[in-house]
Nanobody, 124 residues
Framework: QVQLVESGGGLVQAGGSLRLSCAFSGLTFSSYAMGWFRRALGKEREFVSGISRSGGSTEYANSVKGRFTISRENAKNTVYLQMNSLEPDDTAVYYC?????????????????WGQGTQVTVSS
């Protein structure tokens, strides 16, 4: 079984930065593409960013493109989400997800494993 543990969330002012981390354990990290999703209060969980299992391919939601960067260190079994120029609309619980296979996906149902989430709050 795969376990995913997110960290790095918190409270930040608009314009600030945070880096989220997701520690993967249980199976072979390099066999999994990874994704970040988020759920704001009263909204559905939405795709934020994804990265292929090699790290060679990334994708982003339009709302975060140019501000967020996803990366992974396969030697450390960890995926990161660097979030810059944060806006109040970025306030949400952020979830890490793992998908067996080469490529990430924007669809929630394509991911087999999920973390518990970490809260990000951006004040105006």
């Amino acid at each position: 079984q795969v376990q995913l543990v997110e960290s790095g969330g918190g409270l930040v002012q608009a314009g600030g930065s945070l880096r989220l981390s997701c520690a993967f354990s249980g199976l072979t990290f390099s066999s999994y593409a990874m994704g970040w999703f988020r759920r704001a209060l009263g909204k559905e969980r939405e795709f934020v960013s994804g990265i292929s299992r090699s790290g060679g391919s990334t994708e982003y939601a339009n709302s975060v493109k140019g501000r967020f960067t996803i990366s992974r260190e396969n030697a450390k079994n960890t995926v990161y989400l660097q979030m810059n120029s944060l806006e109040p609309d970025d306030t949400a619980v952020y979830y890490c997800a793992a998908r067996f296979g080469v490529s990430s996906s924007v669809r929630r149902n394509d991911y087999q494993y999920w973390g518990q989430g970490t809260q990000v709050t951006v004040s105006s």
